[in-house]
């Protein structure tokens, strides 16, 4: 007996305590979740909570059981108590309970709870599957979700707009939201990126070099960043420092169809074409890339610039096959047949559409705007923001009576942002705000003029008569539109200044303004001399309807009282 009793005191003393805490009825509850016994699971993850009941992970298992036992309110419960009471942070509950909600058929609810989570949660854990369920919930709804913003993309979705406004050639939207999107994200090297080329499409040089340098500064082998700087070094001239980074970009072979396009675009803007060529037949092989038509044009420019020509020719065939409808394969078929012909073959730019002088030929087809094909070309918008801004003084003046054509936002500021240019020409910005007064601007505007901003309204035309009276405006309106284009504006400009003038001379002793036809036909006549055109009274006296004596006399009648040789080359009176 006695040796028995010290044999179980020796057992005694090797038995472990056992530890009764949360951990202990966690990996109970993972046992039975293995075994699939959901009742016993839910017993003791309930067990851990009570013995640590401010951790979230063990109220947020309780509510996973409860969602698959199917009692997804009592799940909802629990994950409201997470979020209001113990740890707001856990923004994935707002997942759980939106799969709960749409298992419950509460689609409004679910819809609630996963913008909760897309607008609140900032890893994304769940990214995909929310945006499956918000899918689903658009299909039950039948209408699009209220979601915002998405927090572990911010940045993203106002990126994807900015760089869809770029293609579209709404460069002054896209660089608003660009510098928006840099501000609150200064590592976000894409958006600097395509915010350096915002501001290089509006010809803002300066600034387009220091967003890039911002890109280098961050990564120095951005590849986009070196494909920009390279084509902004081109332009500036920068021969040095442009073939440093040229024989960079020669022996660089990327992986990624993304950065293989940019490469190949950048160096056939370059001149480089037989590496441009190279990188667009290794993009051809790609399944993935060549469903893009465009692509066949850039490999044909390639092919041609470097001699390659029957391959060119039967690239721009495929193309015709692919794109039937845009002309641009054929054009270039034609082209290559007429350098053919004189032996002749200069370069070929690479941007997809027939070239900016075929396109502005005939600029008498486009009295009432500019096609779409050509408003909303992103290559013809930069051109004209560009020359706008380094154009010399009769190409600015066309752009200008090109930008009322394509009469949008963009031209609108583009030309509020001219007018407080120093050093920009006076007549240039008359000219500015006449456009600006056919756009409907209406209102002061700021003008830099004579060393001082001074404001403009571009609706009063009149503005050095105390009065503007509705027989007057009718004198203009005649002329103007007698004259028959839109795109005239200098003719338009002339024939106001014309008038103005010989009102404010003759103030307060206007003559009677009973036959309008006979002031506008005076009015025609005398601009069209002044611009060196070939009229005479007859051919204006039968524009107006009226006899060649009284085109004479009016004419005669304003020439006496401006001597409009010298007084048409006066500035619009437009400062009040």
């Known amino acids: 007996m006695k040796e028995n009793k010290v044999q179980i005191e020796g057992m005694q003393a090797n038995v472990l305590p056992l530890s009764m805490d949360a951990n202990f009825f966690f990996e109970r509850a993972v046992s039975s979740l293995d075994r699939n016994r959901y009742d016993k699971a839910l017993k003791y993850f309930r067990k851990a909570v009570e013995y640590e009941p401010g951790n979230p992970v063990n109220h947020c298992n309780m509510a996973g059981i409860l969602s698959e036992m199917g009692d997804y309110e009592a799940s909802n419960a629990v994950l409201s108590a997470i979020l209001q009471d113990i740890d707001p942070s856990m923004t994935e509950c707002y997942f759980y309970m939106a799969n709960n909600y749409a298992n419950m058929e509460q689609f409004e609810a679910a819809e609630e709870a996963l913008i909760s989570y897309l607008e609140e949660d ?4 769940f990214l995909a599957e929310a945006e499956e369920m918000m899918d689903l919930l658009q299909y039950e709804l039948q209408r699009p979700t ?10 993203m979705i106002e990126h994807d707009l900015a760089r869809e406004l770029l293609e579209e050639g709404k460069f002054v939207q896209a660089v608003k939201l660009l510098e928006d999107i840099v501000a609150k994200h200064p590592d976000f090297l894409a958006a600097r990126n395509n915010l350096a080329l915002g501001y290089y499409y509006q010809g803002l040089f300066p600034e ?9 500064e961050q990564d120095a082998s951005n590849l986009h960043g070196l494909c920009n700087l390279s084509v902004f070094l081109q332009r500036e001239g920068n021969v040095e420092e442009l073939d440093k980074l040229r024989k960079l970009l020669r022996i660089v072979v990327p992986f990624h169809q993304e950065h293989l396009f940019k490469l190949a675009t950048t160096m056939g803007i370059l001149g480089e ?8 037949r290794r993009l051809l092989k790609d399944q993935e890339a060549n469903g893009d038509h465009t692509l066949y044009h850039y490999a044909a420019v390639a092919a041609y610039n470097t001699g390659r020509c029957s391959v060119a020719r039967a690239l721009w065939q495929q193309l015709k096959r692919l794109d039937p409808g845009s002309g641009i394969s054929s054009f270039y078929l034609n082209r290559m047949d007429d350098y053919e012909l004189h032996g002749q073959y200069p370069p070929i730019s690479y941007h997809y559409n ?15 705007g500019f096609p ?22 009769h190409t600015k003046l066309q752009v200008i009576q090109a930008l009322r054509l394509i009469a949008d936002r963009e031209v609108e500021e583009a030309l509020l942002a001219f007018l407080l240019v120093p050093e920009e020409d006076v007549y240039l910005k008359d000219m500015a705000v006449l456009v600006l007064r056919s756009l409907g601007v209406k209102g002061p505007v700021p003008v830099w003029k004579d060393g001082t901003t001074t404001l403009v309204d571009p609706s009063q035309i009149g503005s050095s008569l105390p009065v503007w009276r509705s027989e007057w405006q009718a004198v203009i309106d005649l002329a103007v539109k007698r004259i028959g284009k839109i795109s005239d504006l200098q003719l338009q400009h002339d024939i106001e200044t014309l008038w103005v003038d010989f009102l404010t001379r003759l103030y307060p002793d206007i003559p009677a303004m009973a036959h309008i036809e006979g002031w506008a036909a005076a009015l025609d006549y005398l601009t069209a001399k002044k611009h060196c055109k070939a009229i005479t009274y007859e051919e204006v006296a039968k524009r107006y309807g009226i006899s060649a004596s009284t085109a004479s006399k009016y004419a005669r009648r304003v020439n006496q009282v401006c001597n409009s040789e010298e007084s048409t080359n006066r500035t619009f009176p437009f400062v009040q």
């Open 372 to 393: 779409p094909e050509i408003r909303d070309n992103p290559l013809i918008r930069s051109s004209f923001f560009w020359a706008l801004r380094h154009g010399d003084h």
């Open 122 to 125: 900032e890893g994304g854990q």
């Open 354 to 368: 027939l070239p900016f002088e075929e396109q502005l030929r005939h600029p008498e087809k486009w009295e009432n």
């Open 208 to 216: 387009a070099m220091d967003a890039i340098h911002g890109v280098l």
């Open 146 to 155: 209220k979601l915002k913003s998405v927090k572990s993309r911010e940045g």
């Open 273 to 280: 074409h037989e590496a441009a060529y190279t990188h667009f």
